[in-house]
């Protein structure tokens, strides 16, 4: 008889494969620094508890660490310690109190619940308010009132001071990395497409880096840009040099569409204007010969004279888009690059936006669902702890908020990772906690386990669990000193926890373990649908190119959004995780309809015959006809025997793709 191997899921199997990220030296030293010296100081003028409470402060800010540019640093690190400093205030207001303790505590949660759909900044300062709050409504904490939260709200600023201090040194070098970034990553798309061997998969793979990218740089710039007052020309030239990336983009597909082979001179002068771009140097002029800006940026002096005679459309293309942007890069004034501020976005404009968004919170349904579920699993967590005696009863409270934040991902992956990523924690709290005597030596110890939350963060949540877990434990026995007997007490209260969020928090509502991707996808699609039209369709030419290309852009966003929902899907159980994995093909296919459209455009550009009104019409009615397909559940998509359009014609791939995406579409619910 066959004997089955008994393997672990699928789901678990992709939730605790370590995400390869490199390691972040500078966070790493910031958290080591921040959190020890705290208590280093504490411990030597005989108030380790005080140290405690400010290293607590500074782990909070060591989470928070995550932004690449300065400013952005200041809100990430800065706004959620108010927030944490109001938190812990509160809870101690109610500490002993019972169940007015209770129905505090709860109330924070539904705030804080609601919070977390405004935005990052709202959502880490919403997970401090109420983690600070469970803190100070369940253990005592030493001095007046005002003295925690102090302490806590200085251990986090002094992460936020040593991450600011090369800020005069390094001022704009995360955007201008960022945008270098693009660069090499659209030389790798290059690379990718120009093979003229069709492969998908490193082509799609390369697309998607460009797209995150491309993303993460223009998040970068428009954030820097918002809080900068008036024009800034360093700002304006980064955007000019991120919207010059755009034509080589949409050149890439024109070479993998139709398996035309890239000379690697180009990809290898894509990759010349990235070190340009990195290094932010700029020509004295714009005009070429000897001393030129071309010659400044390390470029060669005629574009064309380097590469080999372009034979097709995509290596015009390509090459066209170079020539612009090695000319972005070597004018010496950026404004005559950009003639359009508001492509970067006005700061009043983007606030105007920011309260809008708040109102739309305040009366979402969604965010009220969100905060709901949060409050209900945070009350049922108190009220236990208030009828049965459970040592050190915050823990329950503080498992739930970290797993159960609905922006965070998966609820139930988050709670199995934390269960498994607590149990390895405690491996090592239990070892250090026996054998390393309360004083002195606390220092070093923290200063070792505090390298590992920025180092393991990247990995995954399980990954950060296991780093912050001996972390936690120790600070609290320097509060408490309750020594190895913290350490039973502490899995059973994360393993409560985990089950409150995992009954209350997901089980309990349907809308958490189903699965949004076809409704956004058929989002995405109608999206495509208009592209086309405006791609396509009457007064297409007389459409701005930045038009389409930012139209381009938001249905590569959204796409990216989908791919990231869709990798949340996956480390759900079934059946949530098998629909996901089931939506995939239609996702691919999607963004080939997308590169399809943009090929034919650039194609046309380039002297290609355009197409047809009805062939136009065609396309862009069976796109709508597959969006409004994907909203159903029970509805097949009918896929079409054939187009009317002539075989020859510009919008013959795309077609193709149209066919291919209906006839994998299906009811995937």
Avoid at 178 to 189: G, I, S
Avoid at 390 to 410: E, H, N, Q
Avoid at 627 to 642: G, K, S, W, Y
Wanted: hydrophobic share 50%; net charge neutral; glycine share 8%.
């Amino acid at each position: 008889m066959r004997h089955r191997t008994l393997t672990p899921p699928d789901w678990l199997v992709r939730s605790l494969k370590p995400q390869p990220a490199p390691i972040p030296w500078a966070a790493v030293t910031r958290a080591a620094i921040g959190m020890s010296l705290p208590l280093a100081i504490g411990t030597a003028a005989g108030k380790p508890t005080y140290g405690a409470l400010a290293a607590m402060g500074a782990l909070s800010g060591v989470i928070g660490d995550t932004a690449d540019a300065y400013r952005m640093r200041i809100l990430n690190i800065a706004v959620p310690q108010l927030f944490g400093a109001l938190g812990v205030t509160l809870g101690a207001l109610v500490f002993g109190h019972g169940w007015t303790a209770v129905a505090a505590v709860t109330l924070v949660a539904l705030i804080s619940g609601m919070m977390s759909t405004i935005g990052a900044v709202a959502s880490v300062s919403g997970l401090l308010l109420l983690l600070n709050c469970v803190i100070g409504a369940g253990l005592p904490l030493p001095g007046e009132w005002w003295l925690a939260p102090a302490l806590m709200t200085g251990g986090g600023l002094l992460v936020l001071a040593l991450a600011l201090l090369a800020w005069p040194l390094r001022s704009g070098v995360p955007e201008r990395t960022a945008v270098a970034a693009t660069y090499r990553n659209a030389a790798a798309l290059l690379e990718a497409a120009g093979t003229g061997d069709g492969d998908d998969d490193a082509y799609d793979k390369a697309r998607a880096a460009v797209t995150a990218s491309l993303n993460q740089a223009y998040d970068l710039v428009l954030a820097r840009r918002t809080r900068d007052h008036g024009r800034s020309p360093d700002l304006v030239r980064l955007i000019a040099e991120l919207n010059a990336v755009t034509p080589v983009v949409e050149a890439a597909p024109v070479a993998h569409r139709y398996g035309e082979k890239l000379p690697p001179e180009l990809p290898a002068a894509m990759r010349e204007l990235a070190k340009a771009v990195e290094r932010g140097k700029r020509g004295p002029h714009g005009e070429k010969g000897e001393g030129s800006a071309y010659a400044d940026l390390g470029l060669p002096e005629e574009l064309p004279e380097d590469l080999p005679e372009p034979h097709g459309a995509a290596a015009r293309a390509v090459h066209h888009a170079l020539r612009h942007a090695a000319d972005t890069l070597a004018d010496p004034d950026p404004l005559t690059v950009v003639h359009a501020e508001d492509r970067l976005g006005r700061p009043a404009a983007l606030r105007v936006r920011a309260r809008r968004a708040t109102r739309n919170v305040i009366l979402s349904g969604a965010s009220w669902r969100y905060g709901l579920r949060l409050a209900l699993c945070i009350g049922i967590a108190q009220a236990l702890v208030s009828l049965i005696d459970v040592p050190r009863s915050y823990w329950v409270a503080l498992t739930i908020t970290f797993v159960l934040k609905p922006d965070f991902g998966s609820v139930f992956s988050r709670a199995v990772l934390r269960a498994l990523g607590t149990a390895a924690g405690l491996v090592v709290a239990a070892a250090v906690l026996s054998s390393v005597e309360r004083g002195w030596w606390d220092v070093p110890v923290v200063l070792v386990l505090a390298t590992l939350i920025p180092a393991l963060t990247p990995r995954g949540y399980g990954y950060q669990t296991a780093a912050i877990t001996p972390v936690i434990l120790l600070l609290s026995d320097v509060l408490n000193h309750q020594g190895f007997g913290l350490v039973v007490p502490r899995l059973v209260d994360s393993l409560i926890g985990c089950a409150i969020a995992l009954i209350a928090g997901y089980l309990l509502w349907p809308e958490s373990w189903h699965t949004r991707i076809g409704d956004r996808l058929a989002d995405a699609v109608s999206d495509t649908a208009r592209y086309v039209e405006c791609a396509f369709g009457p007064g297409s030419d007389a459409t701005a190119p930045a038009a389409r290309a930012r139209m381009r852009r938001r249905l590569y966003r959204d796409l990216s959004d989908i791919r990231t929902e869709f990798q949340r899907a996956l480390t759900e159980p079934p059946p949530t995780g098998a629909r996901a994995a089931a939506w995939w093909p239609l996702v691919v296919a999607v963004e080939r309809i997308v590169d399809a459209t943009t090929a034919a455009r650039v194609r046309v550009r380039h002297g290609a015959d355009p197409p047809g009104a009805g062939e136009v019409t065609e396309v862009s009615r069976q796109l709508s006809e597959l969006a409004e397909a994907l909203r159903e559940v029970e509805v097949l998509v009918p896929v079409p025997v054939d187009f009317t359009g002539p075989k020859d014609s510009v919008l013959e791939p795309l077609r193709q793709e149209v066919g291919a995406a209906r006839a994998v579409a299906s009811p995937r619910r």
